[in-house]
């Protein structure tokens, strides 16, 4: 029982005090749940990560209910994802009921310019961190600059194209290569050799 409450307020606390949705909150989950309690390793963080981009759901809530699972099971899950998505949940609640009057505010629009500020350099703090702990090999490398050069062009000449769609290719490729290598591995005569 001490672990599902324990899972519960550590989630609910990233939920509520970090702003920027799934990818600001990443550099938090990763300190909160690697660095401090050990949950997880920054592998499986790093894993966790790119499987909760690639499935269903925001990024966040799905990091949360990795990590609960792992350590609670189905109801460690549920935990940790209720304690990711009650604040917000309570939050974005009253600031709809009074959204009009929240923009009337000098003082809440100037505090949420900068906190789009600190938002930016969250993510990018996280992208860095990620780019780190990439493993040091030509394909892996080579996708992170295709990739980066294909947004960096969509970006400039505003072509609309999906990041999911970029994602997706990128896994494409990486699993054709990785097929095509395992049928090369495994067919001695494609090298050049008699199989013996």
């Known amino acids: 029982m001490s ?20 990818y600001a909150m990443i550099a938090l989950i990763e300190n909160t749940c690697v660095t401090k309690k050990q949950w ?9 990560t790119v499987i909760a981009e690639s499935t269903p759901g925001p990024i966040a809530i799905n990091c949360a209910t990795f990590v609960g699972y792992k350590h609670g099971g189905y109801a460690g899950a549920l935990a940790a994802t209720v304690g990711m998505v009650l604040p917000s949940f ?17 003082w809440f629009a100037h505090a949420f310019q900068g906190i789009k500020i600190a938002v930016g350099i969250l993510i990018v703090d996280a992208g860095l961190k990620m780019l780190k702990k990439m493993q040091k090999k030509p394909l892996p490398r080579a996708i992170v600059a295709c990739t980066f050069a294909a947004m960096l062009l969509i970006d400039i000449f505003s072509v609309r194209i999906s990041s999911i769609t970029l994602m997706l290719t990128a896994g494409l490729v990486s699993l054709l290569l990785f097929v095509s290598k395992n049928r090369t591995a495994g067919n001695p005569s494609a090298k050049g050799g008699d199989g013996k």
Request: aromatic share 18%; net charge negative; charged share 15%.
């Open 90 to 106: 309570c939050i974005i609640y009253v600031i709809s009921r009074f959204f009009d009057r929240f923009l009337e505010i000098t």
């Open 40 to 48: 997880i390793t920054h592998d499986e963080m790093m894993n966790c």
């Open 3 to 22: 672990i599902l409450l324990e899972l519960f307020l550590t989630f609910a606390k990233i939920g509520m005090f970090t702003f920027g949705g799934g």
